[in-house]
């Protein structure tokens, strides 16, 4: 670590198959049987799976269809997100007891700055074990926490001890276990980035450390410079706690291809739905819209239009929407999936005083 850089302890808490695991705790029969939570539908897809799942190789954001033929006796659940917000906002307020610094990554998981804590602490690896022991006394449900000195290196070892452990990466231990990694094991390092990776020669965490900045920018831009920071155990990414959300979506996934601009409305109004829904409890508005298309062929295409003041009310998200799916038609070819979100989001608060418009 570099001297002008602070030590910090950082933990990274990811609760265990969370939607599944609600499911489970909440209907007794799916207890030790593979669960999905999600869709068995043609088109399906599965949210999250249990661990009895898992061995099976069932995993999140696989088609329903081939989880099924992986495991002929995967039981699918509706998923209630609704539930799962509310265990979220209980697993938060434990958070909190510990430290201001929390930044949630999704439902199930965040990282937490414990360098100073509310308790007064010393051990990260106690405030974890601590936290982990709350949750399961208050949810009945299970997280694993991995502690290290920055996010890059305790998201990597909250993976080590799932479900329902923990594990540290010290100060003096983080150059050795990040040489020792495949380069597809690293957060940020995605399958076809690992692929370009193996066929520059580069296969484990101390291949990429032998690198020269120059030239992993060269072949990966912008990226190459967190290569090669983190080949060395380097992040010095802080935890920014109430991480403002850049924007908010919806989409679904049709079991029949839509064909007509009629389809397309009615197909499109639940996301629509959601989108203003979440805005409303979480008090925001939006100025850009987008639609997000899927043909048959699985040709992916977007379409976005910016007001100048805020979408104001349902009736002019959805007007600007179906502005939108005009511009679409006629179509080439059948629809898979339709999509909108909303952007260039701003507090509600923020228009007191003000009168919206809507213009372009």
């Given amino acids: ?56 190789g069932v995993r999140s954001a696989m088609p329903s269809v081939t989880a099924l033929r992986q495991c002929p006796e995967l039981i699918f659940v509706k998923p209630r997100f609704e539930v799962y917000k509310a265990i979220s906002r209980q697993i938060r307020a434990i958070f909190a007891e510990y430290t201001p610094l929390i930044e949630p990554l999704s439902l199930d998981e965040a990282y937490l700055d414990v360098t100073e804590n509310l308790p ?129 979506g919806s989409e679904t996934t049709f079991a029949q291809d839509l064909t007509s601009y009629e389809e397309l409305v009615e197909g499109l109004q639940p996301s629509i739905d959601e989108v203003w829904e979440y805005c409303q409890r979480a008090e925001i508005l939006g100025r850009t819209v987008t639609v997000k298309v899927k043909y048959a062929d699985f040709q992916l295409i977007s379409r976005s239009r910016t007001s100048l003041s805020p979408l104001a009310t349902p009736a002019l998200l959805a007007q600007l929407t179906d502005e939108l799916l005009r511009g679409l038609l006629p179509l080439p070819k059948g629809v898979r999936l339709l999509g909108v979100s909303l952007s260039n989001l701003e507090p509600m608060g923020d228009m007191a005083g003000r009168q919206l418009a809507f213009g372009f």
């Fill in 120 to 248: 007064g602490m010393t051990s990260a690896t106690q405030i974890a074990r601590d936290i982990r022991a709350k949750i399961l006394e208050q949810t009945q449900l299970t997280a694993s926490a991995g502690i290290s000195y920055n996010k890059f290196l305790a998201k990597l070892a909250s993976d080590y001890r799932k479900p329902n452990g923990q594990f540290v990466i010290r100060p003096e231990q983080g150059l050795d276990f990040v040489a020792g990694l495949s380069v597809g094991q690293f957060h940020g390092i995605g399958p076809a980035t690992a692929k370009k990776l193996n066929e520059l020669g580069i296969f484990t965490g101390l291949d990429l450390r032998n690198q020269s900045e120059l030239f992993l920018r060269q072949y990966f831009g912008k990226a190459g410079g967190y290569y090669y920071a983190i080949a060395r155990a380097e992040d010095h990414r802080p935890v920014v706690p109430d991480r403002v959300r850049k924007s908010v």
């Fill in 1 to 56: 670590m570099e001297a002008q850089f602070p030590q910090r302890k950082i933990i990274h808490l990811d609760m265990d198959a969370f939607y599944a695991s609600v499911e489970q705790r909440d209907n007794p029969e799916l207890r030790g049987r593979p669960v999905a939570v999600g869709g068995a539908r043609q088109r399906g897809v599965v949210a999250a799976a249990s661990y009895e799942a898992r061995q099976f």
